[in-house]
């Protein structure tokens, strides 16, 4: 029988009384050892079988149950005198500030309190927080004078971490514990402390409550030794000193001794809780490693909050390589076989197919598609083995379960970390391929910001029928497609799918009738009748890339843009355009213009766009994945290959190049000599160093631009494939290829020219101050002709502040993501429209004034009414 | 005027249109539609069919209930954190001021900073003042801070270690061309140097001798002499012109609305700062609000980043939603969360979990990680919505 799920509804804090840690003690803790020589737990020790037991073979002297079923009971120790608890230490220095010495009172006035009272009760009706309502009372509780008994009142001071000194007389922890027994409830609660659930002087302790075993479990090593749990470590100092500090007293030793005593039980007592208290030494392992106590176990990133609460560890997941695939779809995954016979999906046995998990079962967990487990309708899990698969086989019948090898078809959720985005997890299908590595299409790298230089990543395999129901309608790659950030497509078209279409697309470029049906066949489409065969009498039975790039767009698509090559012309000519740039969609058939990134690459893929939003993320799922194919084959058909020589240019170009740096080179010296001669002017609000630097830099910018444009004219797109690269959008640009051929430029570290190294200069093999653009770092070689060794020294430099900048900047903005998330995660769009946060609050009346959905939205509008009417007057 | 009547006319046009669609758009939607008709000059025909297709789209594309918003904007909002550049300073516009920029300024709105790093403001002139020269001139040198040391004649100051004092004399041209009041500055430094002494054969000349007579309190004296500031208002640095077009422009270094909004001339709309803090202090919450929205995007796409306004609305809102600007972290939204929980799984879990047993707090388990630490459905998305069983109904029914 399955137990009844219960729902917590609420949980409440508060502080244990020193008669209920007693109570819910089952046993008091005098013997500071653990075990005997035997190994046996000691009576009254740390591990007394009445805390709880670890070991299965041993049964719980409180409740009976085994280990491993019993959670463990607490258990106490008797403080010899009383201790002060840390985390509490300075809301009792608070306290005892503001309250009389002499009578206890609060050193607030009756009408005071009375406001106060009432300001509190609000705040806690209201669950808000009262911090500021306390800070405030604090603060008019200063007083010299008690308004209750007319004492007055000397300095009380904290000396941290736990003593509290009443002028020059320290308080000892008895003394604390007096007078905050003398608070009465109703100043408590001004003061803080909720009577309700907690008083002033439970804050020092009297007695300790032990935790059970299996919070502090002994771990036996190989060599047969027992090492104990910190927490257990310092528990046995509490007792050791605890013991020795009753022993003294009862024998009447010197005032002396026992506070010295009693000082070292507060000692142990405090690193007990927090071993990271500011102004105490942490306790240390033998080894000098600082002991781990309570806050350390619950604090920080490796803490049980963030660790183990927030954050759980699953099963039916795995983790390996990533490589890509281009012939699988962009929704699935490629599981190696390995890894599909590990992880398991459970299936409810029924009359319709248990023929199949038969099969499943006879296979075992070797073969792939067989079964690891089943589970049988009293909830018992059986290993299938090659013994037991007879019996199992012919007792199995609906009811049962059987957890059954991944296969084609079904749902998992693949992630990549830093998942810093909803699209960080997408659900896949599952496609088992041999080899050890999962496979993804390349579209859906950018989403997952995946590359293959040794990129892990995670799949989980969903348990449950609703989750995977849920995954299927919202976790879907082809649901992803539109990023919620702009409202535009992130899963597109990358690198050569880019090239390939373009070279595909461009005009000239023709196709015999075999190639062609190669490539339509390629991209999964039907061999189709041709539109208009004879609309051009020179192609023959030749086919244009345009046509076939026609076949995969749905029919009635109607689009113009202008591409990712345009050139910015002052006058466009659209349709006539020479470099092809202009795109023109007529009734699904490209009519003009080649297709590049703006086609259909990720983030910025128009056609991509239009085909989602109109026709529906399954459709676009066909697209895409047909135009890639098709563009793939299509660069293979066309041929797509480029080297060093790509870069080459003539030596008349390179001499062009030198003169023009020459020149530039020139300029700085001239504004170097008129700042040497005080002839520069200033630039208004900058000094003449700063103008001058400004001055130099413009000119040396150029001066890479200009060597940049004059080898630029020497690449032409129709045969240089790093050109075609650069220009489409598929790869590198045009800035990279002017830097191999022509010169590489100024090199920077923190904005500036590189001005820090030697004294007065950058480098010994220039004269001092000197500010030519080569002493402070312009690199006038290209990377094909190469850098000499103080330009490769410069460009180091510049290269690894990047490398230093890419660093911190993950860190920075890890945390800026961390507390973003945090600070809005409760935020829901309510049935009427609202935007409220867990408490209620509105947080908007509207989400983002119009109610508009950004994921849905194209590109930030819901409706782009320029598109719609041109639509519109199209149809009539 | 008349063609503000048109707009109006239009505008209510549109929207009646609409009402008897059956929707209610929003403002700027039918703003939008009224520029799109005049624009492509539709006819009365097409504009209907326009609004019906918009109301379409518009329907199809609002958000359902139960949507995380707030997750994907701050995930929309911190993603491109990843993609921005460190670089600090940069000339933003302007080339003569150093601005903060991308992640650290992102960060610095975000943690909504009392003091910024880089304050600056731009200050606009009304219709009547924008191309007035003199005006414009005169108003940078009373707002922009001018020391000793820029009023100065060249080589007019000296420290003369036989006498042991400070001499200095100032340019008359100086104070003219920054158009300042040499009473003033006499006045201002007489107050900050007692033993200030002015020639009284030229009243522009004057010396000052150290208290103590030593080399260091000279040069001492000498350094504060010079950036004595004898003009400017408090907070404002750098003050530069720039021609836009059809205007002169004010940028300043360093910020101080509440004064400059003072100033006769200035433009009150138009004039911003990027401190905002300060708008908070002067023009409300509300602007305080649009501060944050503007200066996020801006830092956004200075840097080339689209983010959807929405998601930044919300960040801006959920800041500025208890009617002061708070931070997003722990002084801020996140340390404020009435759950002791989702406070304790933030930052400083001990604190707050000794707190709460000491206050009594109660944990109502209604927000998201509260219902992630004990392992039940988060009230979000598919988890919002629940099955509702009514026992008693069978028993009465039958």
Redesign the interface.
Known sequence: MKEIIK?????????MSPENIRKNSVIKIVTPDTYDEDGYPIENGLMDPHLGVIDPSLKCKTCGSKGGECLGHFGSIDLARPVVHV??AD?IYKILRSVCNECGRVLLTDTEIENFKYEILMA?DN?????EIIKRVQDAAKKDKCPHCEEKQSDIKIDKPTSINDGDYRLTASEIRDRLERITDEDALVL???P???RPEW?VLTVLPVPPVTVRPSITLETGERSEDDLTHKLVDILRINQRLSENMEAGAPQLIVEDLWELLQYHVTTYF?NEASGVPPARHRSGRPLKTL?QR???KE?R??SN??GKRVNFSARTVISPDPNISINEVGVPEMIATEVTVPVHVNDWNIEELKKYILNGPEVHPGANYVIRSDDRKIRVYDDTKDSIIENIEPGWVVERHLKDGDIVLFNRQPS???MSMMAHEVKVLPYKTFRLNLCVCPPYNADFDGDEMNMHVFQTDESRA?AKS?MRVQEHILS?????PIIGAIHDHISGAYLLTRNGSTFTEEQAFQIIRKAKLPIPKRKNPNDNPELGTNWTGKELFSLLLPEKLNLEYKGEICKNCQVCKERDCEFDSYVVIEDGELKYGALDEKAYGSFSGKILDKIVKDYGSDTAKEFLDRSTNMAISGIMKVGITTSTNDEEIPQEAQDRIQAHLDDAEENVDRHVKAYEEGELEA????SLEETLE?KIMQVLGEARDKSGEIAESYFAMETNHSVVMAKTGARASMLNLTQITACVGQQSVR?GRISRGYIERTLPHFRKNELGAKARGFVHSSYKSGLDPVEFFFHAMGGREGLV?TA???A???Y??R?????????????N?L?Q???G?V??T????????????DH?K??D??K??KE?RIKK | MVKNEEIQKLIDKVSKLAKKKGVEF?E??IL??V??YNR?D?TDK?LE??VI??KK??E???????????????????????Q???????FAGV???NVTLG?PR??EI?DARKTIKTPTMAIYFEEDKKNDDEFVKKLANQIGKSTVNDILEVDGFKINYAEMKVEATIDAKKVEDKKLDYEKIKEAIKKSFKKAKFNPDNDYNFYIEPKEVNIRELRLDADKVRDLQISGLKGIG????RKEEDQYILHT?GSNLEKILKIDGVDKEKTSTNHIHEIEEVLGIEAARNAIINEILRTLSEQGL??????I???A??MT?QGTVRS??RH???G?K?????R???EE???H?????????????????EN???G?PI????G?VDIMMKPNKRKGGR
């Open positions: 729902k917590i509804d609420h949980i409440n804090f508060g502080l985390g509490f809301n806690m669950e808000e927080s009262i911090n803080g402390v909720n309700k659930v907690a804050m927090d806050a619950l604090k920080g803490g909050f963030r609460l927030s810093l985005h909803r849920e919202l919620p950030r702009f409202g535009g630039l208004p609000g900058r400004m904005g900048d911190i900047r993950t920075q903005s890890g800026m993501q507390r973003l998330v945090n600070a809005l995660q409760d935020l829901k769009v309510t049935e429209g935007v946060d867990n408490k609050n947080i908007q509207m989400f983002g004034e119009d109610g508009v959905d950004p994921a849905k939205s930030g819901a409706a009414l320029d719609i009417i519109m | 929003p700027s939607y939008d539609i520029d799109a492509h539709l097409e069919t326009l297709r918009v789209a518009y199809q594309s609002k958000v359902e209930a139960g949507e995380a918003v707030g997750t994907v904007a701050a995930q929309s909002v911190g993603e491109p954190g990843t921005m550049t460190m670089r600090t300073f940069h080339n003569e001021l992640l992102l960060i975000v750098k003050v530069i012109i270094e689209t983010v959807d306004i929405r998601h609305m919300l960040v809102d959920m939603s997003i972290g801020g939204i996140s404020k009435s759950s002791v929980l989702a304790a799984a933030f879990t001990g604190r979990l000794l707190n709460a047993s000491i206050r009594g707090e109660v944990e109502h388990l209604t927000g998201i990680i992630i630490i004990i039940q009230p979000l998305g598919t919002s």
